[in-house]
Every structure is written in structure tokens, then in C-alpha cells.
């Protein structure tokens, strides 16, 4: 999430907040997978070892990353139109 985070930061810095959240859904989650693919291929041992196949760690990944991001975008659409 911290990097997928950092991505969506640069996004916002150079194109807005509206950037923000195509940029977590897209290009920030895949950049997260790339890295831990790249960097952190023993921490998946664990997932493995509790019988979670890869597939299903990356689907319920990206419905997080979605319901968090639909959460966000839902409570800055209320702060907009309340305040």
C-alpha cells in the first residue's frame, strides 16, 4: 500500500486530486505488485503455507485497493457538497 500510495502522491502532485484515484486503481497497484514480485518474493511463503494460492491474494488485493478507494472517493464527494 505505501507504494501504491507514493504513485498516487506524485499523481496528485502533477494532475490533481481527481488523478488520485484512476492512479490507485491502475498504475499504483500494478507498481505495488511489481515491486513486492521483484523484491519481496519470500513474504508470499506465508500466504502460501496458510493454503491462499497467489490469484486469490491478488484478487482480494485489488477489491481492497477498490473498496478503499470508493470509500475515500464517497466521503471527499460529501466533504465537497456539505461543507
Do not use: P, W
Not at 8 to 28: E, H, K, P, R
Not at 35 to 40: D, G, Q, S
Not at 69 to 78: C, D, Q, S
Amino acid at each position: 500500500m505505501v507504494i501504491n500510495l507514493t504513485v498516487c502522491a506524485v499523481a496528485v502532485l502533477f494532475g490533481g486530486f481527481d488523478y488520485f484515484f484512476i492512479t490507485i486503481l491502475s498504475f499504483g497497484f500494478l507498481m505495488s505488485i511489481a515491486f513486492k514480485e521483484l523484491y519481496r518474493q519470500n513474504d508470499y511463503l506465508f500466504y502460501s503455507n496458510n493454503g491462499i494460492s497467489k490469484i486469490h491474494l491478488l484478487v482480494f488485493a485489488y477489491a481492497f485497493t477498490f473498496f478503499t478507494t470508493i470509500l475515500i472517493g464517497f466521503i471527499t464527494f460529501v466533504i465537497k457538497n456539505v461543507f
